[in-house]
């Protein structure tokens, strides 16, 4: 166990819709990071947060966004859902305060499925 | 900058055979370098990092790296395969330092593990 909890773990939704995925990280941990893991693309990199502030941006869609709150939890946001967004989500930690190699941790995942 | 290639997309080894996942890297300064396994319908759990105290690195399940710079390569191995093996191992490659960067997945090797 990662000490990193995802919820919900499976999503199946339409096309058109939106839907909120959240992510927990480690006690202690300020970074969260998102992946999408698809079969097409593989494990790609959407977005980081640090301490509530968004860090960096990888290949993420303007139909998608993210906030870290206060309490260091974060939420992924997709919207006008596309059959082409079906995948795993996931999220990691890390604490760059305890590490410089930036290993991180990470949650289970939540499988998104769009029909 | 970085990107990471796992030379092979599948492996398929007897239990009690030695096992090898080969993964060259390129980066322009002293990367991090991990190695993450997925089991099926699991989140990525983190089996090893480079660190650079050694170019030999242990890491969970019995499982080994060696870090070499000239060759840029940083293959996986284990001596005898066991059937709980079998998952996904992920070559990981990130910028060093500050730990705020992203991490950059190979395609991933899937190994298999017969009786």
């Known amino acids: 166990d990662s000490g990193v909890t995802q919820t919900p773990k499976h999503l199946i939704t339409a096309t058109g819709q939106r839907v909120t995925l959240r992510c927990s990280p480690r006690s202690g941990d300020l970074s969260v990071y998102w992946y999408q893991q698809s079969l097409d693309q593989g494990l790609q990199f959407l977005i980081q947060y640090y301490n509530g502030e968004e860090r960096a941006k990888g290949n993420i869609l303007e139909r998608f966004s993210a906030q870290q709150f206060p309490d260091l939890h974060s939420e992924l946001n997709l919207s006008s859902l596309e059959l082409g967004d079906s995948a795993l989500y996931f999220c990691a930690s890390s604490d760059p305060g305890r590490t410089i190699y930036n290993e991180q941790f990470f949650g289970p995942g939540t499988r998104l499925t769009v029909l | 900058a970085q990107s990471v290639t796992q030379l092979d997309s599948h492996v398929s080894v007897s239990e009690g055979t030695p096992v090898l996942l080969r993964c060259n890297y390129s980066?322009?300064?002293?990367?991090?370098l991990f190695w993450y396994v997925q089991h099926p319908n699991k989140g990525l759990q983190l089996l090893l990092k480079y660190t650079s105290a050694a170019t030999l690195v242990k890491g969970i399940n019995g499982f080994e790296a060696e870090f070499k710079k000239s060759e840029t390569s940083f293959h996986l191995t284990k001596p005898s395969a066991h059937m709980s093996d079998a998952a996904e191992y992920f070559c990981?490659?990130?910028?060093?330092?500050?730990?705020?960067?992203?991490?950059?997945f190979g395609a991933g090797t899937r190994l298999a593990v017969h009786p």
């Open positions: 990981v490659v990130s910028p060093r330092g500050g730990g705020y960067n992203k991490l950059i």
């Open positions: 980066s322009s300064y002293s990367p991090s």
